[in-house]
DNA sequence: ACACTTATGTGGATGCTGTCCACATAAGGG
DNA sequence: CCCTTATGTGGACAGCATCCACATAAGTGT
């Protein structure tokens, strides 16, 4: 959308940051593939060899969009958090934050394809590498945030102790499959009631066999 | 590996094979990026227009690859099963040819990752369409052998019929996400063992929750 | 046997991409 | 005020997908 500002000053001020959004702009349109070096330098009004004074190559552009998708995706989580209804009972409370991650995770997989599939473009381990860059407003990852509902159901006894180790990561597999079948896969193409629904369906599974 | 063996006739004989095989090939070892039409023609030992008279385009070919990968994969899943022991109690036989569809599934994007990645590329909608290419020898594409093996645990009452309906959607999503985060999400370089043990895990809360 | 049509492969060109090298221009520090 | 360092430019190269015109073989009907 920006046209080449036509700057006229030799130095850009910022172009880190402007190449990054500019990136991140592209992603969000068509996915990680889509983030192209000249057309990111294009867009900063720029010309292509500058970005190498910002990042090494394409990858590590695409890798901080990567980062920024990331970030997009734990703030969203957070949002559908926050707009919880309160609850007094304890474990109704840790029950519906849970089910907010999934449907937060989901949420952002529908209406922002393009950067969650930048965000889990050569993801290294978001587990715990570069944690403050891709975390929300609150500080935390997706991943984190995840673990932090999975820990509130376990002190409320929703979840057998002895199963409570390891459970973000089969937890995330389940939200993450249905992500990625319904933004590229036999489900993609699904209406939005039904992709809810199966959302519905999905995370009441993963309640019954925590 | 094939080096292009010089033909001496004009006509190559077995074009679209040779580009599939290279294609194939190409995906094998970098997924279906690696799919260069340029490079595949190269190892065909043939111009690189040649490839257009046997696909429309780059995607035409990649897309093919990936259908090929998809029946990999069936057959890779229909060998699992094969391999199990004979069981009596056909209830018990019935989970274990559940529990082998995604074993064998994830056993598939373990050892052939690229072609793992090359089949969900561009996957339209494999749940019907094109079936008959992307199935395995016994005729049924990934997708079905799950639907029969959950048809075989709804009979045997081990799904509550009311949860049947949709439900190969669900265990899919559980399924591929493990296998997405395995090969280039956050799990991604975890030793065997312990891969072998998140699939455990994972195929034992699939069976608690349905 | 011969001409015609169709299928298949080649060569050359275009425009896009990422990336390298040499150079230009500014900003800041002594 | 000069020298170093950061940043941006220009030109080049190789690799890619793809298009067009052309070449060569294989059939096909007469």
Redesign the pocket.
């Known amino acids: 959308m920006t046209v080449p500002p036509r700057r006229s000053?030799?130095?850009?001020?910022n172009?880190?940051q402007a190449l990054l959004e500019a990136g991140v702009e592209l992603a969000r349109t068509g996915g990680p593939d889509a983030?192209?070096?000249?057309?990111a330098?294009?867009r900063a009004?720029?010309?292509?060899?500058?970005?190498?004074?910002?990042f090494a190559?394409?990858?590590a552009l695409v890798h901080a969009v990567s980062l920024e998708a990331m970030a997009a995706l734990a703030r969203t989580m957070e949002a559908e958090q926050a707009n919880l209804p309160p609850v007094d009972d304890p474990s109704a409370a840790a029950r519906a934050r849970f089910r907010a991650v999934g449907t937060g995770y989901l949420f952002f997989a529908r209406t922002e394809p393009g950067l969650f599939r930048a965000a889990f473009h050569v993801p290294e381990d978001m587990t715990q590498a570069e944690a403050a860059i891709s975390a929300g407003a609150g500080g935390l990852t997706p991943f984190q945030l995840l673990a932090a509902a999975l820990d509130d159901l376990a002190s409320c006894g929703l979840i057998p102790p002895e199963r409570r180790p390891g459970a973000e990561f089969i937890v995330w597999s389940c939200v993450h499959g249905l992500a990625v079948l319904l933004i590229d896969g036999p489900l993609r193409g699904l209406q939005d009631p039904q992709a809810t629904e199966a959302t519905r369906l999905l995370i009441d599974m993963i309640e019954r066999g925590l």
């Open positions: 000053t030799y130095r850009h001020g172009l880190r983030v192209v070096l000249r057309e330098t294009r009004g720029v010309s292509p060899n500058a970005a190498y004074r910002h190559d394409r990858d």
